[in-house]
């Protein structure tokens, strides 16, 4: 059989205990039994995905030519921008991922305000600084610029007739090289003002820029309309500068959010957006939960039935397994979807898969002839192999799937991938330490004598 039992015991009911209290709390917290104050707190309610509970989910697309060079950074950083502005407008438990090389998928669940988050991700917030010469333009003007244009496309702007030809102005630098933006109070103090601070690349072009151009015009380009195109009047090589322009308190803060959360390294256009009715997601998810509890209830008098007593073992061990997998979705903050349910019900086989394979062994150990004793500990030693490989090739393929998702966007296929591969590894604690563990107190508590009433052999 296996040795220390009680302490084994004591573990799995510890762990039951600890899932039990995340399962039935939204909220987990500790509190000093002195004064009262709180000293830990963590949020674990569910986090139910776009078709469980409704919402957006908008496809971006960058907005440059086909052969323009977009790197793997720019996209990351755009993404991040966007998911921080949505969260700046209180959208909690977004999903926002890049889809191949040009793409960013964004999931917005339990999303009401649409519109509103639709023209926020729409207001690319794409600063930049450009050389104007000699001659400015007033703010409010939208101009054309050389950023993101290829060669090919400059060319052909240059040989177009002149009388048809926009002016192309050069684009000295980004929003992308700002550090810190915030609103001060001009120098007279009557009006405000956007402060900003470079990185060091940002800084060295800044400097290099304004101590050949002095005396020149530097427009402020936000989305390629003028904010302002203050005269260099010396060189600034301290790394910083302001935004002048008509701000009131409303739109100064509001234009400092927008670059203080990331001005996007490259334009994006929204190529497709899907509202899903939370009645759907509701409908969805309690056809879920009624198909779910049907089979584990065939399942559990299915073993039951045919295994006796392991059966029974492996019932109640199959219970502890949804409250641990339950448990540490909710404490990771796994986002449940309906491909990520049907990959914790297929992770669910997998535990029972184990545990069919070892009774089956311990029925043919017994069949032989060998003892309770024997027929136990063979049972599992020689399971073993044929559970580890199983197993491991589940892990392998959810790994694949995993990295499918992420490469190109498919975030059902992700959420899959994740609660399959972490359904697997629970299943794995719980039939070869829980399930075992168990089996080996009842035999020890019961004198089984007849074999084939208790295993069904």
């Known amino acids: 059989m296996i040795k220390n039992q009680n302490t084994r015991l004591l573990i799995i009911a510890v762990l039951i205990a600890f899932a039990l209290w995340i399962d039935l709390s939204d909220t987990l917290f500790l509190s000093n039994p002195v004064n009262g104050a709180v000293v830990y707190e963590r949020n674990v309610k569910p986090q139910l995905g776009l078709d469980l509970r409704g919402g957006l989910q908008v496809l971006l697309e960058a907005d440059l030519p086909e052969d323009a060079d977009i790197s793997a950074d720019s996209m990351e ?3 991040s921008v966007i998911e921080n502005r949505t969260n700046a407008l209180g959208v909690s438990e977004n999903v926002v991922q890049i889809a191949g090389d040009r793409r960013i998928v964004g999931e917005f669940p339990g999303l009401e305000d649409t519109e509103g988050v639709i023209a926020v991700i729409q207001q690319t917030g794409l600063l930049e600084f450009v050389d104007m010469g000699t001659t400015p333009l007033p703010a409010g003007t939208i101009i054309q610029t050389d950023y993101g244009l290829s060669e090919d496309a400059l060319s052909a702007e240059e040989s177009t007739d002149d009388a048809e030809a926009s002016t192309v102005y050069h684009t000295v630098m980004t929003g992308s090289e700002l550090d810190e933006v915030g609103v001060t109070s001009d120098q007279l103090g009557s009006g ?3 402060a900003f601070t470079l990185h060091d690349e940002g800084s060295d072009i800044f400097a290099e820029y304004t101590t050949s151009h002095i005396g020149e015009y530097l427009a402020i380009v936000l989305d390629k309309e003028i904010i302002s195109a203050p005269r260099i009047q010396s060189a600034i090589t301290g790394g910083s500068g302001v935004i002048t322009g008509q701000f009131d308190s409303e739109s100064a803060n509001a234009f400092a959010v927008q670059l203080r959360y990331g001005s996007l390294p490259i334009p994006l256009k929204i190529v497709e957006s899907r509202i899903i009715g939370p009645t759907l997601g509701e409908d969805s998810l309690q056809r879920s939960l009624q198909a779910g509890i049907i089979g584990i209830i065939i399942v559990v008098l299915f073993m039951a039935l045919y295994y006796r007593l392991p059966g029974i073992m492996a019932d109640i061990s199959i219970i502890f397994y949804a409250i641990l997998a339950f448990a540490v979705f909710k404490w990771i ?7 990520g349910i049907a990959g914790f019900m297929l992770s669910t086989g997998s535990a029972l898969d184990a545990n069919i394979l070892v ?9 032989k002839g060998r003892s309770l004793k024997q027929a136990f ?5 020689r399971a073993l192999p044929s ?5 491991a090739a589940v892990l392998i393929t959810s790994l694949i799937l995993f990295w499918f998702g992420s490469a190109f ?3 059902v296929v992700k959420g899959f991938a994740i609660t399959l591969a972490m359904g697997v590894l629970i299943s794995l604690f719980s039939s070869l330490y829980i399930t075992r563990t168990l089996l080996a107190i009842a035999l020890d508590k019961i004198k089984v004598t007849n074999f084939q009433r208790w295993f069904g052999i």
């Not at 903050?333 to 491909?339: A, S």
């Not at 500990?377 to 030693?381: E, G, K, L």
């Open 77 to 79: 950083v755009a993404r």
């Open 192 to 194: 405000l003002q956007i």
């Open 333 to 339: 903050g796994v986002t449940l979807t309906l491909p």
């Open 359 to 367: 009774f089956e062994r311990l029925k043919e150990e017994l069949r």
């Open 377 to 381: 500990d063979m049972a599992w030693s």
């Open 387 to 391: 559970i580890r490989d199983s197993n």
């Open 409 to 411: 966007g498919a975030t």
